[in-house]
């Protein structure tokens, strides 16, 4: 699973195992995953404010591992992960903060970890909502 979108100046593609479930379910080893080489190109390609928000943060890496492992939950292309990528723009970490998505994010975990559900019902059922197939009302019907 190649990409055919170039990489920007100063980084390349590299391709590589990512794994999912824990540690315990491969995605393959193919995985386009941007990795920089020269600081300045980086610089310019991001800005000054979202390296500075990179270095107190979570690493391009991490954050490009979840793109690839979201994309291939949805069976996007190389080219659509690739794309993800590039154009990810890091934000500032703030710490303690709580946000509609943080509390979603927590719940899932929360779920997921319970064994209640399994991460795969839970997960498309995640994907139902972001896609559309499952209506604000109908979601609203199903918790009463």
């Known amino acids: 699973m190649t990409t055919t979108l170039a990489a920007p100046e100063g980084a390349h593609w590299s391709y590589e195992e990512v794994k999912t479930d824990k540690g315990t379910k491969s995605l393959g080893n193919d995985n386009p995953l941007l990795v920089w080489d020269d600081l300045e190109k980086m610089r310019a390609h991001y800005g000054d404010e979202a390296v500075l928000s990179i270095a107190d943060g979570t690493s391009l890496r991490v954050s490009f591992q979840n793109i690839i492992r ?3 939950a949805g069976d996007k292309t190389p080219d659509d992960i690739a794309k993800a990528q590039l154009e990810f723009k890091p934000g500032k970490r703030v710490v303690g903060e709580s946000t509609p998505a ?43």
Do not use: P, W
Not at 102 to 116: D, L, P
Not at 117 to 140: H, T
């Open 102 to 144: 943080s509390r979603v994010a927590r719940q899932a975990k929360a779920v997921a970890e319970s064994g209640q559900v399994s991460e795969d019902n839970l997960s498309k059922l995640l994907e139902a909502i972001k896609s559309g197939k499952l209506s604000n009302e109908e979601i609203g019907q199903l918790v009463g």
């Open 70 to 72: 979201r994309g291939r």
